[in-house]
């Protein structure tokens, strides 16, 4: 897909713009690239460049990988016994 079809498509399906989508699915959802790009039926290169494009940055990972691991609250815990 190039970059028209995709905003075309966001549009349509999820009514708002590219650079709205984006920056809700990692600032909110906290989602990757890859993930974005399976929702969209994109490139996550695409995803990736279209982001640094808008300045978004990437979404923060530990947390999100910490509570996968070890279960959700889990860094709430820890947090408190230090």
Same mark, same amino acid.
């Given at each position: 897909?190039?970059?028209?079809?995709?905003?075309?498509?966001?549009?349509? *399906?999820?009514s708002?713009?590219?650079? *709205?989508?984006i920056?809700?699915?990692?600032e909110? *959802?906290?989602?990757?690239?890859? *993930?974005?790009a399976?929702?969209?039926?994109?490139?996550?290169?695409m995803?990736?460049?279209?982001?640094k494009?808008?300045g978004?940055?990437?979404?923060?990972?530990?947390?999100r990988?910490?509570?996968?691991?070890y279960?959700?609250?889990?860094?709430?815990?820890?947090q408190e016994?230090?």
């Amino acid at each position: 897909m190039i970059t028209t079809q995709v905003e075309l498509y966001v549009k349509k *399906e999820f009514s708002m713009g590219l650079r *709205e989508f984006i920056k809700e699915k990692i600032e909110v *959802e906290k989602l990757y690239d890859y *993930e974005i790009a399976g929702i969209i039926n994109a490139d996550s290169l695409m995803v990736g460049k279209l982001r640094k494009n808008f300045g978004i940055k990437k979404a923060v990972v530990f947390p999100r990988q910490f509570e996968r691991n070890y279960g959700e609250g889990r860094r709430g815990e820890i947090q408190e016994n230090y």
